[in-house]
Nanobody, 113 residues
Framework: QVQFVESGGGLVQSGGSLRLSCATS????????MDWYRQAPGKEREFVAS???????NYLDSVKGRFTISRDNAKNTVYLQMNSLKPEDTAVYYC???????WGQGTQVTVSS
């Protein structure tokens, strides 16, 4: 059963950076597109970024130019480099494959103004 373990979140000031990691336990990581999502308090979970098996990326408009998704197939891990963070980026961040399966615990990102 595939599981996702997100890490790297924390408290950072506006304009700061964080790098999130998502380790997976599945053996089919290399054959799956991977996504990052986030859920802010009182809001629905939303798509943030995706990376295909071939490295093609896609981003939520509000994070374009600030966030970068990448993957390391040898480590079964997907990353999200987040720069120029804003208070509105505050949320719990999750990763999942495409199509989504069971969600992990997520990692909390809090950006103070």
């Amino acid at each position: 059963q595939v599981q996702f373990v997100e890490s790297g979140g924390g408290l950072v000031q506006s304009g700061g950076s964080l790098r999130l990691s998502c380790a997976t336990s599945g053996s089919i990581f290399r054959s799956r597109s991977m996504d990052w999502y986030r859920q802010a308090p009182g809001k629905e979970r939303e798509f943030v970024a995706s990376i295909s098996t071939g490295g093609i990326t896609n981003y939520l408009d509000s994070v374009k130019g600030r966030f970068t998704i990448s993957r390391d197939n040898a480590k079964n891990t997907v990353y999200l480099q987040m720069n120029s963070l804003k208070p509105e980026d505050t949320a719990v961040y999750y990763c999942n494959q495409l199509p989504p399966i069971a969600w992990g615990q997520g990692t909390q990102v809090t950006v103070s103004s």
